[in-house]
Structures are given as C-alpha cells and as structure tokens.
C-alpha cells in the first residue's frame, strides 16, 4: 500500500549552490557564510525565508552560468546567528526535493524554476523488513564505534516512513557526496531504502573488519607500551644508579667480533641468523641469555687464530734437553714432527701417546713440548670421566647446556693449533651417559678431526691443526679403536744414575728454591743422592725421590730457623739422620740361595718390580694350591708349569710317586697385592723343580717367560722396566726368552754392564742356569 505526499511551492525560489553537503527534506543542518557570502544569501531572500539548495556539477558550461543537478532540496531559513568572530550560521530545514527546470540570473542573483516532486510513502512487508534491518544494522554500527547522536537514534526509532527513514541514515553515515545526490534523486522510497541498506551493509562490514584489526592492534600496542614503560623505567633506574643502557652498544660490539672472528662461510651464516633472532629478544628473557652466550662462543672460537710455530729445530732440541733428561725417543719423535712442518706448511697434527709407570715425566714432557713449539699447553684430565658429553657437549635444548671441554678449552686458549694434552686416557670410566672413550675416536683420528662437531655449537671446527698427546700407566684398558689412532711412544723407569742426574739438574734446585733455601743452598753429595735413591725409594719414577728431597730441605729450613748450624752438605750419614731408617732392603743380596723359592720379574702400572715364588710340598691328594691374590692368567700358568713337570720330571730325576699323596703348594709373597699375567710361568716351573728334586735356586738369578705345555718360553713385554727393577734388587743374571733379545737395545748401556743376560728358547735351558748342581 502507499499513500502520495504534496506540497505546494512558489514558481520560482532563489537558487544558492553548495559543493560540501548535500541537503535532504527534513533535516535540519547548519550553514556557515563569511561575511561577503552572508550579504549576498541575505539580498537573494524573500519574505517567505525559502531558498533551494543544489550541487553544481563539475563541468563548464557557456553562457556564465553553472551546470548543476537537476534534483534539489526546497528548504527554508529558520534562524541566522551572527557569530562573533565574523561570518553567519545558518539553520536551515530541508522542506522537500525539487527539480529544478531553469536557472536564470535575477538582480545578480540566481533563480530557478522549480517543480515538486511529490513522494509517496511505501507500506509493505518489504518495506517493513527493510526497516527492521535498517535499525538493527544502526545498531551494531553504534557497537563498532559509529557515533550517532542520540536525539538521532530516537527519531530513528519513532520513524516508519520509509522514505524519511533512508533520508536520515543516508545523512549520518557519512556516505560520499555523489552516492549522496543519487539517494536524493532517487524518488522511489523503496528503492532508496534498498541502497542505503546497501552501503550500511558494506560500511558495518567494514566496521568489523576495522574493529578486529583495531582489537589485535590495541592488544600489540598495549604489550609494546607496557614493555616500553617497563624499559624507561630500567633505564631511568639505571640512570639513577650511574650505569647505562648498553644494549645498542652490545650489538653493536658482538657484531664487530662476528666480523672479527673469521668463520667459515656456513658459520657465518648461522651467527648472522642468530644474531637477528637475539636482536628480537627481551633482553630479560631466559632465552636471550642462552642465545647470546651461544653468540660469545661462536664469536670467541679462534677460526683463523694460530701462533707460530718456532721451526728452528736446534733450539727446540735446547728446550727439550733443558726441561728433561734422556726420553731420545720421545724428543726424537718432536723433532720430526718440526723438520716436516718446516718442509711442508700444511700438515695434520700427529697424535702421540705416551705409555708408561708414573713419575716419568708424561705431562711435564707435553709442557716442554709445547714451549719448544712455541706453541700454548692446554692439559685435561680424563680420569674417572664417565660423561659423553664432557668430550661433545649438551644439545642447547637443555637447561645449562655448556659445549665439550674440548671447545671449552680451546675457547679460553684462543689459538686452533695448541699442544692438547689428554691425561690419564687408560682411566676413563663408561656408564649409562655414555662412552667418553667412543666420543675420543673422532677428536684423535686426523681424518676426521676437521670437521669435529660439538652438540652445543652444533657447527664443524677444524682440530687438524691442534698437535694431541695423550699419557697412561697401560695400554690394556684402552679401547682398541682409540688404540689404532694413537701413535705410541713407551716411556720406560729411570736407572739410579739417571735419577741422580736428573735429581742433580731438576730436583735439588727446585726444592731448595721451594723451601727457602735458595741464599744459602746446601749442596747434595752424589753418595747421599744415590742413599735416597736405593734404600728411600723403589720406582720407575722420581715422585717419590723428590718427595724424599724436599723432606731433607725442609728438615735443613726448620735448623736454620732454629738458629742451628748450616748443613753445608748433605751426606748420606745426613740422609739417615733427617730420614730415618732405611725403607727398602736387596732382597736379594741379603738372602741365601734356598730350595723352591725363586726370584721372577713382574711389570707393573708404576714399573717393574721383583718377585719371589715360593713352592712346598705337603702329604695330600695331588692337589696343586695357589695363594698370593693371583689372576686367573696367573692360575692358568702354574697349573701349565706344574703338568710340564709331571710330563718331563724324569729328566731332573723327579718320579711320578714325587706326586702321589701330596699336595703342592705356590705362594707369590705381598699377598695383598693382586698379581696376574703369563710372563711368571718360567718361574714357576723352576720353582717346582726346585722343590722336587730339591736343587737351590740362585737368589741373583731372576727370570721372566710366558711358557707352553713342551717346554718353549714365550716372549713377554716390558723387559726394559723388568730389567731395571732386577738391578735396583741387586740381581746379577737375568734369564729371558730368547724372541726378547731384540729388546736389549733398549736397555742402557751401563744396565747391560753390569747384568749378564741369557736368553732362552726352552723351560730346560733356564733351569740348567738357576738351578744350582746336585
């Protein structure tokens, strides 16, 4: 249904042009005229105060006078306000849409004929709808933020013109001004009402999207104010306690390391990635912390940082002689290493091990060494290392995660060519965090080392160039994998004379400046030397030498302190004076040559030693008993020793009724320390011998052989330690498989002087020379 609206308006109605609004029926809305516009709109006004607003389009047109659009509003002059500071408001009311036929110029003012348009109200479902939608469309535009007066909003509700309705909310939702002055030529209301919910549609649409962008937006803002409150304030705080915000200035000198640092070309990529990343943390973050350490690591690794080596092999050869006595091999072997480095720049770094007792010299040599390098010494303990990750580092996942000790090391020593020395490499424990001893194999193979790659850097550094030594007591619980890549150097026992020159030239001065002797520096008599050496000490090594010579120089301080003479000399009457009784005794030389006991070599982790294997006889069941804390190889042995002789008794004029009834009995003295291996099987088999066809043993005749079930010794290791320890027992003759004779050579010349050496290929010979005749 609808219903038709007329008006009735005068022929002609003054005409003044607006370009900033568009005016709809109505509405009222204010003008606002300077003062030369407010003459000319006051002399164009008639007694009926009405004037018609129109929009003049953007064209020229000729004769002087403005194209504008033919649809305008009729409205009428409800008040002028004159305002203080010059110019009028004008309120005017819109009255009605009009359409303006002709526009002529009268007393210098436009005029125009203008016909009502007559408007019908449209009432329908549709229309209605329209209506409700309209409302609540407003509505949620008033929740985004649209503000709308609220004398608006009630009109809005009392309106149910349709017509008028889409008049108002055409008005106050800021439409442009051409979709504005197509809603007012449009006279259909129904169709007018359909376009304006068009654009309320698209402009609550746009109102959400704005309000969800505004939300997130409000949200980041908010956290950015806050962390920049928080950030003012720290810096005000660190302002009042002097202090400065460096956090520029640490970027800034962290990227000047990265620059500085060298890295290969794929590490250079991960610093500057990181870098980024820990430009984007909160410095109060636990994440910046662990990033920018990572960042000081990988800055602080020497990439391209070497010192150079000293390639004037005589004066590295005055080192070495200067911080040690005798060692040719292993001098030897450091002077190669500089004669190849001089010929050929580039080389992988060997990897030596040095093998042998403690007290040699192992780790005191790796400082000698990397002084006559010219090199820094780094020393690292592997002993009792049970972690994998002590050799690898943790994975920067974990809480406190710290690289390798090797990059831990090599990190603070600042250069990639250091001399690295691995201590105690036979030591090194296994359980359930790994194997540190499988974690070596890539460190100490110069095929792999290059691109040795740490868990927590998780980049590869070149170890090829760090120069390896590791040290042991013995080989044996070395993996054989680590075993292959190492190079081994054995350092055998010292003789007593070497121990007395290396006393004279390295310990007495040490320990008289140690001990505050060093202004009036009692003088050792080589004889007092030679007492501390044979009767204080019995070692491969000279710890305990030294220990015993820093006991004299204290006892000589505390005289001096107490105002007692100067001893000017210590003899060896002084010795035993400041160090009491003797310790060690010539087992040997002071015993007697006696049935079934024997003299045998032994090699142990701190050198050789003697031992004496003790056999008796006793009525039995052909037992055979074993005592003296043996190992089952050890068993083995004197099970073999005893079969050989019941096999070949006869030829000692031993019977098989020599072994009816009774039990024999081996005994190895010190019975509280362990004993195993092959190499006493001789010993035992002369022992037994000995015993049953009860022939003396000669007490100065010791012996060393692995031996099979025929009779044939077997070679064995560490004659040159064995060896030394029969001299420091006052042996005279020492029996070894005859395989060993190549051995000699390793032995000192002053050694061989006074030991005989008979080597042997049969149980039978041996026995011929220990054994004394019938």
Not at 195 to 202: C, D, E, F
Not at 302 to 310: E, F, G, I
Not at 659 to 686: E, N
Request: glycine residues 6%; hydrophobic residues 40%.
């Amino acid at each position: 249904m609808s219903e038709t609206v007329s008006i009735t308006i005068p022929a002609v109605v003054p005409l003044y042009p607006v370009r900033e609004i568009v005016a709809f029926p109505y509405m009222i809305f204010p003008l606002f005229l300077k003062d030369e516009e407010l003459a000319r709109f006051e002399e164009m006004l008639e007694d009926d105060q009405l004037v018609t607003l129109v929009r003049p389009r953007d064209e020229a047109a000729p004769g002087g006078i403005p194209p504008f659009f033919e649809v305008g509003t009729l409205c009428k002059v409800n008040q002028i306000q004159h305002l203080s500071e010059g110019g009028a408001k004008i309120v005017l009311e819109g009255v009605a849409r009009v359409r303006v036929t002709e526009v002529v110029e009268f007393n210098h003012h436009l005029q125009g004929h203008c016909e009502p348009i007559h408007e019908f109200v449209e009432r329908s479902m549709v229309s209605e709808a329209l209506v409700q939608s309209l409302n609540a469309l407003l509505k949620i535009a008033l929740s985004y933020g649209r503000p709308l007066p609220e004398d608006v909003m009630k009109m809005i509700d009392l309106i149910d013109n349709p017509a008028r309705l889409a008049d108002l909310v055409a008005l106050y939702v800021n439409l442009p001004l051409d979709e504005q002055q197509q809603l007012l030529e449009t006279i259909d209301p129904l169709e007018r009402l359909k376009k304006v919910y068009m654009h309320l549609t698209s402009e609550v649409q746009r109102l959400q999207v704005k309000g969800e962008v505004q939300a997130e937006v409000t949200k980041r803002v908010g956290k950015s104010q806050k962390e920049y409150l928080l950030r003012e304030q720290m810096k005000q705080i660190q302002e009042e306690l002097g202090e400065e915000d460096t956090r520029a200035a640490e970027m800034t000198d962290l990227r000047k390391k990265i620059d500085a640092a060298g890295m290969p070309s794929e590490v250079r990529k991960v610093a500057d990635k990181e870098l980024k990343r820990v430009e984007r943390i909160n410095p109060a973050s636990p994440e910046y912390t662990v990033a920018r350490t990572y960042l000081d690591y990988l800055a602080g690794m020497p990439w391209k940082n070497a010192t150079r080596d000293n390639n004037d092999i005589n004066k590295a050869e005055a080192v070495l002689d200067e911080d040690h006595y005798n060692l040719k091999k292993v001098k030897e072997r450091i002077l190669e290493y500089l004669a190849v480095r001089t010929l050929r720049e580039k080389m992988k770094g060997p990897i030596l091990c040095f093998v042998g007792p403690p007290g040699v010299g192992k780790t005191s040599l790796g400082k000698s060494i990397a002084r006559a390098l010219g090199r820094k010494f780094i020393r690292m303990s592997l002993g009792g290392m049970r972690d994998e990750a002590e050799i690898r580092g943790h994975r920067r996942t974990y809480i406190g995660a710290l690289p390798g000790r090797i990059i831990q090391e090599l990190y603070r020593c600042g250069t990639n060519n250091p001399v690295f020395m691995l201590d105690e490499v036979d030591k090194i424990g296994l359980d359930f965090r790994g194997d540190p001893a499988s974690a070596l194999l890539e460190v100490l193979d110069p095929e792999q080392n290059n691109t040795f790659t740490d868990h927590y850097l998780d980049v590869p550094f070149d170890l090829s160039n760090v120069m390896f030594i590791t040290t042991a007591n013995q080989l044996d619980p070395v993996p054989a994998a680590l075993k292959d890549r190492m190079e081994v150097i054995r350092l055998s026992g010292y003789t007593d004379e070497e121990k007395e020159k290396i006393a004279v030239r390295y310990l007495v001065p040490r320990e008289v400046e140690e001990n505050g002797l060093a202004k009036n520096p009692p003088a050792f008599a080589d004889e007092a030397l030679f007492k501390i050496i044979r009767d204080y000490t019995r070692e491969a090594g000279v710890r305990n030498l030294q220990r015993n010579i820093a006991s004299v120089c204290r006892k000589v301080a505390k005289e001096i302190t107490q105002g007692k003479p100067l001893r000017e000399t210590i003899t060896p009457a002084v010795v035993e004076e400041f160090l009491g009784p003797r310790t060690f005794f010539n087992e040997v030389a002071s015993e007697k040559d006696r049935v079934g006991v024997v003299t045998g070599l032994a090699w142990t982790e701190t050198g050789g030693d003697i031992i004496f294997v003790e056999a008796t006889r006793m009525k039995g069941k052909g037992e055979l008993i074993l005592t003296g804390s043996l190992g089952d190889v050890m068993k083995e042995s004197a099970r073999a020793a005893l079969s050989f002789v019941r096999a070949n008794g006869a030829e000692w004029g031993v019977g098989e009724t020599a072994f009816a009834d009774t039990d024999i009995h081996i005994h190895v003295p010190a019975g509280a320390i362990p004993k195993d291996g092959p190499s006493a099987g001789i010993t035992m088999v002369i022992a037994i011998v000995s015993l049953l066809s009860v022939r003396p043993a000669r007490r100065d005749v010791a012996m060393t052989g692995e031996i099979s079930l025929t009779g044939r010794v077997l070679a064995i290791g560490g004659l040159k330690e064995k060896v030394l320890a029969a001299r420091r027992a006052g042996v005279k003759t020492v029996v070894a498989p005859a395989r060993n004779r190549e051995n000699l050579e390793d032995i000192p010349d002053d050694v061989k002087g006074e030991i005989a050496f008979v080597f042997v290929d049969d149980v039978r010979e041996a026995v011929q020379v220990v054994l004394q005749p019938v």
